[in-house]
């Protein structure tokens, strides 16, 4: 957790120790740049890859559970397609989490009642999923989730624990937010990348290779791509006894405050 705290004092530490080799003419100058561009390459690792935990904490999975199970969760909704998911998740008995975005809300306010009435839970995905999130500042980001948190409470009257970064992108700026907002983090171990691969037989390839008991799926509520995919996941799942339960209930945290 926080990695980058470790890690920043350790670079800082070890340039300070070349620049003085250097000076002394122990070390040759070209090291102090080998120095900086690794320490440049760990933390745009460390920013896309929201399971590492470098700048905040996240959830990613519990393979600790004591049963049987995975959390299906859908980003980037509501769409036409949200109620489509809904409907085939009622139909084998399936829980998810969906993370909506805040002005895709203002488009379809009517879905968001019906999944708290199904028994789902609903989450935050920032208000625009700016394709600039990794660039924003604290401001920017803080609006950004306090903003979907005000919608979601205008209708349903609850207010998310449960936040996933655009992309999976964290940094100090949206680890700060999150902390501002007192949100969890919530990350995935398995990316199905529905809305990069277009055979849906690779899509559901690509989900089943990966699972295991106490994952965290991301899938898209946006296509009918997925939405096929889903319904064969399903039946799979169904043939395996494998329940797909909230992320909340995975991780034995609060879904609302």
Same mark, same amino acid.
């Given at each position: ?60 999975? /519990? ?11 859908? !980003? ?16 084998? /008995? ?29 989450? /935050? ?63 995935? /171990? ?30 898209? !509520? ?36």
């Amino acid at each position: 957790m926080l990695r980058h705290k470790y890690i920043k004092w350790f670079f800082i530490a070890l340039l300070i120790f070349l620049w003085y080799a250097y000076f002394s003419g122990k070390l040759p100058l070209f090291l102090i740049f080998i120095a900086i561009l690794f320490w440049l390459g760990i933390t745009a690792w460390g920013s896309f890859d929201i399971r590492l935990n470098y700048f905040v904490k996240a959830n990613s999975s /519990n393979k600790k559970f004591n049963r049987n199970v995975v959390a299906l969760t859908f !980003d980037d909704g509501p769409t036409e397609v949200t109620s489509e998911i809904l409907n085939l998740l009622e139909k084998y /008995n399936q829980r998810a989490t969906f993370f909506f975005i805040g002005k895709q809300i203002e488009k379809y306010p009517e879905i968001l009642k019906n999944i708290v009435g199904q028994g789902h839970t609903i989450a /935050n995905h920032t208000y625009s999923h700016t394709n600039k999130m990794g660039f924003l500042s604290k401001k920017e980001v803080d609006n950004e989730i306090a903003s979907t948190q005000n919608i979601i409470q205008q209708i349903t009257g609850k207010i998310p624990n449960l936040f996933r970064p655009p992309f999976g992108v964290t940094n100090p700026n949206i680890a700060w937010a999150c902390k501002e907002n007192r949100v969890e983090v919530i990350g995935w /171990n398995v990316r199905s990348l529905d809305t990069v691969i277009t055979s849906e037989d690779k899509i559901l390839s690509r989900i089943l290779d990966r699972f295991e008991k106490g994952s965290i799926i991301l899938l898209h !509520d946006t296509s009918t791509k997925t939405l096929n995919v889903l319904e064969r996941l399903l039946i799979t799942m169904e043939k395996k006894q494998i329940q797909s339960v909230t992320v909340d209930e995975l991780l034995n945290i609060k879904a609302y405050k």
